[in-house]
C-alpha cells in the first residue's frame, strides 16, 4: 500500500520560496498521478497542481497548474528519492494553509482533476506565509 509523507512547510515572508516534498514508501511513486492540495481551516480544500504517471503522460494534460498558483509553482518528481515536489516561489499571505499531497496509480490527470479519487493521502504540511 502506498504511503505518502508531506515535508517542507514552514514559516516564510512574502515573495519568498518553499520546496513542499511528497514521500512514497511502499510502492513506486514514479506509477502513480499525484496532485498537491491546500486547505485552509473552514474553507473548501483546494487543487493545485497535477504530474501524471510516467506511463500516463500527455502533453498539455500534465503537469497541470490551477490558476491561483500559475507561474509561481512548478510540479515535478525526484524518481531516485521516491517523491513528488511542489516548488512554490512568490509567495502570499493567500497561500498560508495546509497542503496535502495525494496520489492514484496510473492517472493522467484528466477529468476533472481536483475531484478525482485518489486512493492516497498525507497528513499534510503547514505553510505560514506572513511577515
Known amino acids: 500500500q502506498l504511503q505518502l509523507v508531506e515535508s517542507g512547510g514552514g514559516a516564510v515572508q512574502p515573495r519568498g520560496s518553499l520546496r513542499l516534498s511528497c514521500l512514497a514508501s511502499?510502492?513506486?511513486?514514479?506509477?502513480?498521478?499525484v496532485s498537491w492540495f491546500r486547505q485552509i481551516p473552514g474553507k473548501e480544500r483546494e487543487g493545485l497542481s497535477c504530474?501524471?504517471?510516467?506511463?500516463?503522460?500527455?502533453?498539455?494534460?500534465?503537469?497541470y497548474y490551477s490558476d491561483s498558483v500559475k507561474g509561481r509553482a512548478t510540479i515535478g518528481r525526484d524518481n531516485g528519492k521516491n517523491t513528488v515536489f511542489l516548488q512554490m516561489n512568490n509567495l502570499k499571505p493567500e497561500d498560508s494553509g495546509f497542503y496535502y499531497c495525494?496520489?492514484?496509480?496510473?492517472?493522467?490527470?484528466?477529468?476533472?482533476?481536483?475531484?478525482?479519487?485518489?486512493?492516497?493521502w498525507g497528513q499534510g504540511t503547514q505553510v505560514i506565509v506572513s511577515s
Open positions: 495525494a496520489a492514484d496509480p496510473d492517472y493522467d490527470c484528466g477529468g476533472y482533476v481536483f475531484k478525482h479519487p485518489y486512493g492516497s
Open positions: 511502499g510502492l513506486i511513486l514514479e506509477d502513480y498521478g
Open positions: 504530474i501524471s504517471s510516467r506511463a500516463r503522460h500527455i502533453d498539455g494534460r500534465s503537469p
